[in-house]
């Protein structure tokens, strides 16, 4: 049987530093990179601080219209975020380490049912659960919620009860290791040479050099 092939899922961060052309840029950067889709953040206030930066919701549409070429989806982090989605007719979501809650409302609600993509991040804490008949299937990504990961992670076991890798470790070297053991789905940060960009998610993000090296190393 032919294995199937590894999704690889750009997250630039804040590293758009809120500003639309620099994440065009990324998007631009990250298609030519060999990336299968890019993941924002619908950041609301209460997630701003700490180095976390808002971009205007409205400029994920115009980002999708301008790369057809690519997925383009977001995180959500309170039910507008879902509602907004929803909205622009856009047909993938993500729900963070931090919003288990928000994940099950969403269920408990039915709105999941009107996504074709589902991808939620935990932890062995959270098992990953089975879904009901009017959800569909949900992509599990193992996370582990610290920024970034400075140890080597054990991946014993990890595959394929989890789906993927929400990776936040150095460099490349674990992301292989994680595919290797299993893994087919693959978030990673990434951003832009650019000394425009000013914020915590740069100092261990990709650059586009490593994220090419990257995507050719996975496929």
Same mark, same amino acid.
Request: glycine share 10%; charged share 15%; with cysteine.
């Given at each position: 049987m032919t294995p199937r092939p590894i999704e690889i899922i750009g997250d630039p961060g804040s590293c758009h530093m809120g500003q639309l052309d620099l994440?065009?840029?990324?998007?631009?950067?990250?298609?030519?990179?060999?990336?299968?889709?890019?993941? +924002?953040?619908?950041?609301?206030?209460?997630?701003?601080?700490?180095?976390?930066?808002?971009?205007? #919701?409205q400029h994920l549409c115009e980002i999708r219209e301008r790369f057809p070429c690519v997925r383009v989806f977001a995180s959500v982090f309170n039910l507008e975020g879902v509602k907004f989605l929803l909205r622009e007719d856009f047909r993938e979501i993500k729900f963070p380490y931090s919003? #288990?809650?928000? *994940?099950?409302?969403?269920?408990?609600?039915? #709105?999941?049912?009107? +996504?074709?993509?589902?991808?939620? $991040?935990?932890?062995?804490?959270?098992?990953?659960?089975?879904?009901?008949?009017?959800?569909?299937?949900?992509? #599990?990504?193992?996370?582990?919620?610290?920024?970034?990961v400075q140890y080597v992670v054990d +991946?014993?076991?990890? *595959?394929?009860? *989890?789906?993927? +890798? $929400?990776?936040?470790?150095?460099?490349?070297?674990q992301t292989r290791r994680a595919v290797t053991a299993g893994a087919r789905v693959i978030e990673k940060h990434f951003t832009v040479d650019s000394n425009r960009v000013q914020c915590p998610d740069h100092q261990f993000a990709l650059r586009p050099e490593r994220l090419r090296e990257l995507c050719r190393t996975l496929r």
């Open positions: 994440a065009i840029r990324l998007v631009s950067e990250g298609t030519e990179a060999g990336l299968d889709a890019v993941k +924002f953040q619908l950041l609301t206030e209460a997630q701003l601080g700490g180095g976390n930066i808002k971009l205007d #919701w919003q #288990w809650g928000l *994940f099950c409302q969403c269920a408990d609600y039915g #709105w999941l049912s009107q +996504f074709d993509l589902i991808y939620v $991040s935990t932890d062995v804490m959270r098992p990953p659960r089975k879904s009901n008949g009017s959800v569909p299937p949900v992509t #599990w990504l193992y996370c582990i919620p610290h920024y970034p +991946f014993e076991g990890l *595959f394929p009860r *989890f789906h993927g +890798f $929400s990776d936040h470790t150095l460099g490349i070297e």
